[in-house]
């Protein structure tokens, strides 16, 4: 009798430890896929980096960013090298999601426009041209970004 519950215990162990380890796999598959087109990683540029995680076509939309509209007074310190110009001189954008994360190019593969959704603001990134799969996205910070640091251009 006491073998029989070991032998049964045992097997209902089995059992839920496969049904949990195939639920684990399809689950964690399915968190790569919805990762969605970019992914960051250690940039050659300068520290982190925005990658495509699939091919790209020309003008596809790569991501919308929810963006909050702050004055230029509350940005300072590092956090100044990732917000965008906002809708006036005085405001600034900080957006959300991997929006703060591209890198500056001159001859860039991403461009950006700021959308006025139901939901608020968003910066919404596509594609200029072609991007590769693990190719690192860029855009233009633009002149007056350049202006604004120590007069060097990258």
């Known amino acids: ?13 089995l059992s839920g430890l496969s049904i949990g ?7 964690f598959r399915w968190i790569r896929k919805e990762q969605g087109k970019v992914s960051i990683q250690p940039s050659t540029v300068a520290g982190r980096g925005a990658f495509a995680a699939q091919n790209i076509t020309t003008g596809e939309i790569i991501e919308r960013c929810a963006a909050i509209e702050v004055n230029h007074t509350d940005i ?6 990732y917000v965008f110009y906002g809708s006036t001189e005085n405001l600034r954008l900080v957006a959300m999601g991997n929006g703060m994360l ?3 190019s ?3 593969n991403v461009g950006y426009y700021l959308d ?4 608020g603001k968003e910066l919404v990134l596509y594609a200029l041209s072609e991007v590769r799969k693990g190719e690192e996205m860029f855009y233009n910070y633009g002149d ?8 060097t251009d990258s």
């Not at 380890?21 to 689950?27: E, K, M, N, P, S």
């Open 76 to 81: 300072g310190g590092e956090l100044l090298n």
């Open 21 to 27: 380890t195939a639920i684990a796999i399809l689950f």
């Open 106 to 108: 001159f001859e860039p």
């Open 102 to 104: 591209f890198n500056h």
């Open 144 to 151: 007056d970004w350049w202006a604004t640091r120590s007069g």
């Open 116 to 119: 006025e959704t139901p939901s």
């Open 1 to 13: 009798m006491t073998e029989g519950i070991y032998f049964t215990a045992a097997i209902s162990l």
